[in-house]
């Protein structure tokens, strides 16, 4: 190895936290590949990096890693799964007895499938430590039947605001950019995303700076009970 490919095995290393899913498979791999390392590159090796960018999901997802692997073969293969799922403010699980999973996305530090739901005929997304898994309640289950051809989520349309200051350096690129417009105090921004949830947070993670402008009632009503929970929380002593 070049020190340039310890120095990338560094960054890899750097990456993947003790509570990502796949970093006992990265740090066997990562063994493998430097147990033969010269004394400067294991100086090198050993290092901390300057640079980090580390994938460190915001719970311990370890316990995760052998149904991340169902999931992946179940997709790779294209096949159906069912399972128990824990959802947010109910007591009981809720079984999903027939989905077409798609993919695993990471976002907002969580682990999400992505799948097709045939009981509500719309595209959803599971967050994975919510999934039960359990042998003696097969969940999850892997079906024998095959995925039908990928359905796809409509775009939502959307536009919001932001101070000028906020786009000195370019629009950030947080959704899919479709036009936008500036003047002295503010930029009017149309974008798309897929997810009415990650609108929401994302948009309330600019607090006070962000007005959600014009979108479907769906997503101004989500937006507007978002604020109106987070005012709520505030208007009375603590």
């Given at each position: 190895?070049?020190?340039?490919?310890?120095?990338?095995?560094?960054?890899?290393r750097?990456?993947f936290?003790?509570?990502?899913p796949l970093?006992?498979?990265?740090a066997?791999?990562?063994?493998?590949?430097?147990?033969?390392?010269?004394?400067?590159?294991q100086?090198?090796?050993q290092?901390?990096?300057?640079?980090?960018?580390?994938?460190?999901?915001a719970i311990?997802?370890?316990?995760c890693?052998?149904?991340?692997r169902?999931?992946?073969?179940?997709i790779?293969q294209r096949q159906?799964?069912?399972?128990?799922?824990r959802?947010?403010?109910?007591?009981?699980?809720?079984?999903?007895?027939r989905?077409?999973?798609?993919?695993?996305e990471?976002?907002?530090?969580?682990?999400y499938l992505v799948?097709f739901?045939?009981?509500y005929g719309?595209i959803?997304s599971?967050?994975?430590?919510?999934?039960?898994?359990?042998?003696?309640?097969?969940?999850?289950?892997?079906?024998?039947?095959?995925?039908?051809?990928?359905?796809?989520r409509?775009?939502?349309i959307?536009?919001?605001?932001?101070?000028?200051s906020?786009?000195?350096?370019?629009?950030?690129e947080?959704?899919?950019?479709l036009?936008?417009?500036t003047?002295?105090q503010?930029?009017?921004?149309?974008?798309?995303?897929?997810?009415?949830?990650?609108?929401?947070?994302?948009?309330?993670?600019?607090?006070?700076?962000?007005?959600?402008?014009?979108?479907?009632?769906?997503?101004?009503?989500?937006?507007?009970?978002?604020?109106?929970l987070?005012?709520?929380?505030?208007?009375?002593?603590?």
């Open positions: 190895l070049s020190d340039d490919d310890v120095q990338a095995l560094v960054y890899i750097e990456a936290s003790e509570n990502h970093a006992p498979t990265i066997d791999l990562l063994g493998r590949l430097t147990g033969q390392l010269s004394t400067p590159q100086a090198l090796w290092r901390r990096p300057a640079l980090r960018a580390p994938l460190n999901p311990d997802y370890s316990d890693a052998e149904l991340i169902t999931l992946e073969r179940a790779s159906q799964i069912a399972f128990l799922y959802a947010r403010g109910k007591s009981e699980p809720l079984l999903h007895e989905l077409d999973p798609y993919e695993i990471y976002t907002d530090r969580h682990f799948a739901s045939y009981r719309s959803l599971f967050r994975i430590d919510r999934i039960v898994q359990d042998r003696s309640q097969e969940s999850p289950h892997v079906l024998h039947n095959t995925q039908q051809p990928r359905r796809e409509k775009p939502i959307f536009t919001y605001r932001l101070p000028a906020f786009a000195d350096g370019g629009v950030s947080r959704f899919t950019i036009s936008f417009t003047d002295a503010h930029i009017t921004i149309e974008a798309s995303d897929t997810s009415e949830f990650r609108i929401v947070r994302t948009l309330l993670g600019y607090g006070e700076h962000a007005v959600l402008l014009h979108g479907p009632p769906t997503l101004i009503e989500r937006m507007r009970k978002a604020v109106n987070m005012w709520e929380n505030y208007k009375a002593d603590i």
